[in-house]
């Protein structure tokens, strides 16, 4: 086991060192990567498992919605638009992503395009 392991519930969301996390979650992306072009599809799947269960991941996707998205004070089909720090640990405990539950809709929104009459659509993901 690695030295450089994050514990998961030792950080208020304020003081998380987010670039361990970030680094933690490219290596796994890197040996993913590394597994697809050998053309190992069993071990492919075990890392993309292990990536999905993945605390850190977790921990970057839900500071990624939450915080760093342009439209993180949107309101999805959820009703639930960006929430405060002391909120979002919560989020990340209960986030499973084991294939089981099915995802929530993405709230769909059309804008007009600019200079033009069309229309495109938006998709505003739910928390």
């Given at each position: 086991?690695?030295q450089?392991?994050?514990?998961?519930?030792?950080?208020?969301w304020?003081?998380?060192?987010?670039?361990?996390?970030?680094?933690?979650?490219?290596?796994?992306?890197?040996?993913?990567?590394?597994?697809?072009?050998?053309?190992?599809?069993?071990?492919?799947?075990?890392?993309?498992?292990?990536?999905?269960?993945?605390?850190?991941?977790?921990?970057?996707?839900?500071?990624?919605?939450?915080?760093?998205?342009?439209?993180?004070?949107?309101?999805g089909?959820?009703?639930?638009?960006?929430?405060?720090?002391?909120?979002?640990?919560?989020?990340?405990?209960?986030?499973?992503?084991?294939?089981?539950?099915?995802?929530k809709?993405?709230?769909?929104?059309?804008?007009?395009?600019?200079g033009?009459?069309?229309?495109?659509?938006?998709?505003?993901p739910?928390?």
């Open positions: 086991m690695s450089n392991v994050v514990k998961k519930r030792a950080y208020d304020k003081t998380v060192p987010w670039h361990k996390l970030e680094r933690t979650v490219f290596k796994l992306q890197k040996r993913i990567y590394r597994a697809t072009v050998d053309g190992d599809k069993r071990k492919v799947r075990k890392l993309q498992g292990l990536l999905r269960r993945s605390w850190s991941a977790k921990m970057i996707a839900v500071r990624q919605v939450t915080q760093q998205n342009k439209g993180k004070k949107t309101a089909v959820d009703g639930v638009t960006a929430l405060k720090p002391s909120e979002r640990q919560p989020l990340v405990k209960q986030l499973r992503l084991d294939g089981k539950d099915k995802a809709p993405t709230r769909r929104v059309w804008i007009p395009k600019p033009r009459t069309e229309k495109m659509p938006l998709g505003i739910t928390i």
